[in-house]
């Protein structure tokens, strides 16, 4: 059975001192959460303070964003390395924001995957539709494509050391979410395809996450589809206690 993930990004949000209250005050709040993983995605000022006041609390520290190269001339570049040097386990790679807004495309995010792996860094792979490509049937070529490009010549072995997230771009930031019908079609449709170009026993291991306006009120639901194993929660994680009804879904 696949431990559930919950990864609170808080994208361009927090200061240090505001994102160590937070921490302070989450910790008490996972004491006895040994059956979910929680990942905190701090921005990159935080990152090293938030690293260490995580240290042996059982919380996972996620970059948003990582680089493709592995060092030298990248002027405002975080790399791999420098981000499991602050105690980074996890790192987002092909959000939406960072597709849309900065134009990365499908080549990029896939070199980010492979520095990421070869850092011991758990990369979320980001995947998902716009409005315009669900309402257009596209909604399953775009996430086959985005996998296939973002994937290529990543082995089985590495899978088991990835999370997908689903986020359909039409409900991040909007209020908006797929219903829980939705949102198991297309993690259902994410299982299968990996199973095939992966097998069963990599897919076994492949956490397959939401993210989308995720909220107290809609996680319920959304955890109890077969194939959603967790959450990419936006700006609902910006408060400590509605995270804290989040996490304790």
Same mark, same amino acid.
């Given at each position: 059975?696949?431990?559930?993930?919950?990864?609170a990004?808080?994208?361009?949000?927090k200061?240090v001192?505001?994102?160590?209250?937070?921490?302070?005050?989450?910790?008490?709040?996972?004491?006895?959460m040994?059956?979910?993983?929680?990942?905190?995605?701090?921005?990159?000022?935080?990152?090293?303070?938030?690293g260490?006041?995580?240290?042996?609390?059982?919380?996972?520290?996620?970059?948003q964003?990582?680089?493709?190269?592995?060092?030298?001339?990248f002027?405002?570049?975080?790399?791999?390395?420098?981000?499991?040097?602050?105690?980074c386990?996890?790192?987002?790679?092909?959000?939406?924001?960072?597709?849309?807004?900065?134009?990365?495309?499908?080549?990029v995010v896939h070199a980010?995957i492979?520095?990421?792996?070869?850092?011991?860094?758990?990369?979320?792979?980001?995947?998902?539709?716009?409005?315009?490509?669900?309402?257009?049937?596209?909604?399953?070529?775009?996430?086959?494509?985005?996998?296939?490009?973002g994937?290529?010549?990543?082995?089985?072995?590495?899978? =088991?050391?990835? +999370? !997908?997230?689903?986020? %359909? #771009?039409?409900?991040? *930031?909007?209020?908006?979410?797929?219903?829980?019908?939705?949102?198991?079609?297309?993690?259902?449709?994410?299982?299968?395809?990996?199973?095939?170009?992966? =097998?069963?026993e +990599? !897919?076994?291991?492949? %956490? #397959?996450?939401?993210? *989308?306006?995720?909220?107290?009120?809609?996680?319920?639901?959304?955890?109890?589809?077969p194939?959603?194993?967790g959450?990419?929660?936006g700006?609902?994680?910006?408060?400590v206690?509605?995270?804290?009804?989040?996490?304790?879904?």
């Amino acid at each position: 059975m696949i431990k559930p993930i919950i990864v609170a990004n808080w994208k361009m949000n927090k200061t240090v001192g505001e994102s160590l209250d937070f921490v302070g005050r989450l910790k008490q709040l996972v004491v006895g959460m040994s059956d979910r993983q929680v990942v905190l995605a701090p921005p990159f000022t935080a990152l090293s303070a938030v690293g260490a006041a995580l240290k042996d609390s059982g919380i996972g520290l996620s970059a948003q964003n990582v680089s493709e190269n592995q060092d030298g001339a990248f002027t405002g570049e975080i790399s791999a390395r420098m981000l499991v040097d602050v105690g980074c386990t996890h790192a987002l790679a092909g959000h939406s924001e960072r597709r849309t807004i900065f134009g990365e495309s499908n080549a990029v995010v896939h070199a980010k995957i492979v520095m990421a792996l070869q850092c011991g860094i758990q990369p979320i792979f980001c995947v998902g539709e716009t409005l315009q490509e669900r309402e257009a049937g596209r909604t399953f070529s775009v996430i086959e494509k985005q996998i296939k490009e973002g994937l290529n010549q990543i082995t089985a072995s590495d899978i =088991g050391r990835m +999370a !997908v997230a689903y986020e %359909p #771009v039409w409900a991040i *930031g909007t209020g908006k979410t797929a219903t829980p019908e939705q949102a198991q079609e297309v993690h259902d449709y994410i299982r299968k395809l990996m199973k095939k170009h992966y =097998g069963e026993e +990599a !897919v076994h291991r492949l %956490p #397959v996450i939401y993210g *989308g306006s995720v909220n107290p009120d809609n996680i319920g639901k959304l955890m109890a589809q077969p194939d959603i194993n967790g959450a990419l929660v936006g700006g609902a994680s910006l408060d400590v206690n509605t995270f804290g009804k989040i996490i304790a879904f």
